[in-house]
């Protein structure tokens, strides 16, 4: 079946330093690849997303490359802010024909210290 | 912009009574999920739900569990008789033609 492995957390790092969480998947097929982040006492929110190999999601700043060759969708941001304190999941919909469930990673908890 | 939102915030059960949570999705949305998280736990998939149906459930979504879509705008998760092991953050997520989920705000549920 499908899987996400995440890297483990806690990450706590400085403001403005850079950010690299891991995320590796599991899957047959053409998955489509999402990352969701989670602020404290809310719900998900969608922060990038890439349905095919080579794709590149962005948004506030954060970015990830779908590489199917190492099957990784890496979440990267090259300075970070204290609002970025977070959990973040990574996840996987097995095809992007709709109606699919997502598989999701464990989650990083992030911290930025000012 | 529209969002999917999610009815009680937080709700308290003795074990062994019924709850339902209720989501309203996006309008014009097709697909339907709910998803739990256990405290500091992964999200997992609990059901989907499509023209009607379930179209997929795990294995978490047993015979206490069923959901529902009673109107036009509502969809429902009921557990018929909670256990203290139900006791989770819920998500309701809709899903329109783009392929991405979008999540409700949650409801979380503690079972004493």
């Known amino acids: 079946g499908n899987s996400v492995t995440q890297m483990e957390g806690p990450v706590t790092l400085s403001e403005e330093a850079f950010l690299t969480i891991n995320c590796t998947y599991t899957a047959t097929g053409y998955p489509s690849l999402f990352w969701y982040v989670q602020y404290p006492g809310e719900g998900l929110q969608l922060l990038l997303k890439?349905?095919?190999?080579?794709d590149k999601g962005s948004n506030k700043g954060f970015e990830a490359t779908y590489r199917k060759e190492t099957t990784s969708f890496h979440l990267e941001k090259g300075s970070v802010q204290v609002s970025d304190s977070a959990v973040y999941f990574c996840a996987l919909m097995g095809s992007n024909f709709g109606n699919e469930k997502l598989t999701f990673g464990t989650g990083t908890r992030l911290t930025i210290i000012p | 912009e529209p969002e999917v939102t999610q009815t009680p915030s937080h709700q308290v059960t003795q074990m062994g009574q019924e709850v339902i949570l209720r989501c309203v999705p996006i309008?014009?949305?097709?697909?339907f999920y709910w998803y739990r998280q256990i405290l500091g736990q992964k999200v997992e998939f609990l059901v989907s739900?499509?023209?009607?149906?379930?179209?997929?459930k795990s294995e978490i979504f047993d015979d206490q569990f069923s959901v529902e879509r009673p109107d036009g705008s509502n969809f429902t998760l009921k557990i018929r008789s909670t256990k203290l092991e139900d006791s989770a953050m819920y998500f309701c997520a809709s899903e329109g033609v783009e392929d991405t989920q979008y999540f409700g705000p949650g409801t979380r549920l503690t079972v004493l």
């Open positions: 309008s014009n949305h097709l697909y």
């Open positions: 739900f499509y023209n009607n149906e379930i179209s997929e």
């Open positions: 890439a349905t095919k190999a080579d």
